[in-house]
Nanobody, 123 residues
Framework: QVQLVESGGGLVQAGGSLRLSCAGS????????LAWFRQTPGKERDFVAA???????AYADSVKARFSISRNNAKNAVFLVTNSLTPEDTAVYYC?????????????????WGQGTQVTVSS
C-alpha cells in the first residue's frame, strides 16, 4: 500500500505561484509513475501533469506553459510548480501514483491517491 500526502496549497493572487509537494510512503516506488490531477465541485477530476520514474513528463494543454512537474526518487516525492496562476486554476489538487512506467492522463489508471490540497486563486 502506498500512502500519499500533499502539501503546499493555499490562497494566492492571480499571477502568483505555488509549489505543491507530495510525499509518498510505503513500498519502494521503483517504476511508478506519479501525477497531479485537480477537481472543482461538481466536475470530474482533470489531469494536470505526470512524470515517470526516469522523468519523462506529460502536461495538460491548459498548464503546459505555466506548470512544471518534477520528482525526487530518493525521497519518494513529487512536486508541481505552478506559475502565472489564474482563478480558473482554483481547485483541489490531488497527487496520484500508478504501478506502471508509462504516463497516463486517465484517473482510473492510477492506483493510489492523496487526500488533496486546496489551491485558491483570487482575481
Amino acid at each position: 500500500q502506498v500512502q500519499l500526502v500533499e502539501s503546499g496549497g493555499g490562497l494566492v493572487q492571480a499571477g502568483g505561484s505555488l509549489r505543491l509537494s507530495c510525499a509518498g510512503s510505503g513500498p519502494a516506488n521503483s517504476g511508478y509513475t506519479l501525477a497531479w490531477f485537480r477537481q472543482t465541485p461538481g466536475k470530474e477530476r482533470d489531469f494536470v501533469a505526470a512524470i515517470t520514474w526516469n522523468s519523462i513528463t506529460a502536461y495538460a494543454d491548459s498548464v503546459k506553459a505555466r506548470f512544471s512537474i518534477s520528482r525526487n526518487n530518493a525521497k519518494n516525492a513529487v512536486f508541481l510548480v505552478t506559475n502565472s496562476l489564474t482563478p480558473e486554476d482554483t481547485a483541489v489538487y490531488y497527487c496520484a501514483a500508478r504501478g506502471s512506467p508509462t504516463v497516463s492522463d486517465l484517473p482510473d489508471l492510477y492506483d493510489w491517491w492523496g487526500q488533496g490540497t486546496q489551491v485558491t486563486v483570487s482575481s
